[in-house]
């Protein structure tokens, strides 16, 4: 027979009590292994592993699971470095709260939540109606790349999501590698330039993006700063600019709080491009 602090784990730490009955565990169980310590007592019928996250011991004592854009980062999903952890909490359609005065925010959507990490389709969903559309578009591509949402998932975010969202949804795609990447075409989009991703060049390799057949856009993270790989990269553009391409590099403090450098950059390059 399964202990409790065995099958916590399997529910992101935390877990009602009637949910792990269902596995054996009995009400004597739970209340001895409370009182030794091996799991705690949140709240009535609800139990946790000690050391459990706190944002989501949080949002089970609000009565719901952890969302918005804290579970997204918890599930690995790409977001905004400014974007803060707040405790946002999934209480499902009609779930009952017992929070009274604290800091959280409910949200009220179709499906059962549970405890625990919200669902990443429904996280997203709620991460839509909190922050603006270039957080929740890289969050959306970033989660589609890493085969965190399916085809269901995706039909889900766009019956939920206002109509008028629906424009990001068409923009968006699976094989966006980073955030910076999605955050650069979105922005592009707007600004009326079509660029084509992840294109593959002879002699070159595969770069990020390709502008008018002849104006390679590559977005560099962290990892790209360390002197072995910024050689690479001279040699690269060395390469393309060889065979008539011209190279513009942006990082992420460019991209996110230096956008107008970077159009400065982009506008003049494509008008030697069409000369």
């Known amino acids: 027979m399964f202990q409790p602090d065995q099958l916590l784990p ?5 877990a009602r009590g009637v949910q792990l009955q269902r596995f054996g565990c009995t009400r004597t169980q739970l209340a001895a292994a409370a009182k030794t310590g091996t799991i705690v007592r949140v709240r009535t019928g609800v139990y946790a592993l000690p050391g459990t996250d706190p944002y989501v011991v949080a949002a089970a004592l609000h009565g719901g699971a952890l969302t ?8 690995g999903v790409w977001l905004l470095s ?15 709260k017992h929070h009274g005065k604290c800091g959280c ?40 790349n890493q085969r965190l949402i399916s085809a269901s998932d995706r039909d889900r975010i766009r019956r939920e999501l206002p109509r008028t969202a629906g424009w990001l949804l068409d923009l968006a795609r699976g094989d966006a590698e980073s955030g910076l990447e999605s955050l650069l075409r979105l ?15 002879d002699g070159v390799g595969r770069v990020d993006f ?13 990892q790209n700063h360390e002197k072995s790989n910024r050689h690479k990269d001279l040699i690269r553009d060395a390469a393309a600019s060889a065979r008539g391409f011209e190279t513009l590099r942006f990082d992420y403090a460019m991209i996110v709080h230096d956008w107008d450098r970077v159009v400065a950059a982009i506008l003049p390059a494509l008008a030697r491009a069409r000369a």
């Open 10 to 14: 399997h529910f992101d730490g935390i």
């Open 68 to 75: 918005c854009a804290a579970a997204l980062r918890r599930h």
């Open 82 to 96: 400014d974007v803060t952890d707040v405790i946002h909490v999934w209480m499902g359609a009609a779930g009952r």
């Open 105 to 144: 925010t409910t949200h009220y959507t179709p499906g059962t939540s549970g405890l625990g990490l919200a669902p990443v389709a429904a996280a997203l969903v709620h991460l839509y109606r909190c922050s603006d559309q270039e957080t929740f578009f890289a969050a959306y591509e970033s989660a589609w």
């Open 187 to 201: 922005r592009l989009h707007l600004l009326g330039i079509r660029l084509d991703c992840q294109v593959r060049i």
């Open 210 to 222: 390709v502008i008018d057949g002849r104006v390679i856009l590559e977005t560099d993270g962290k």
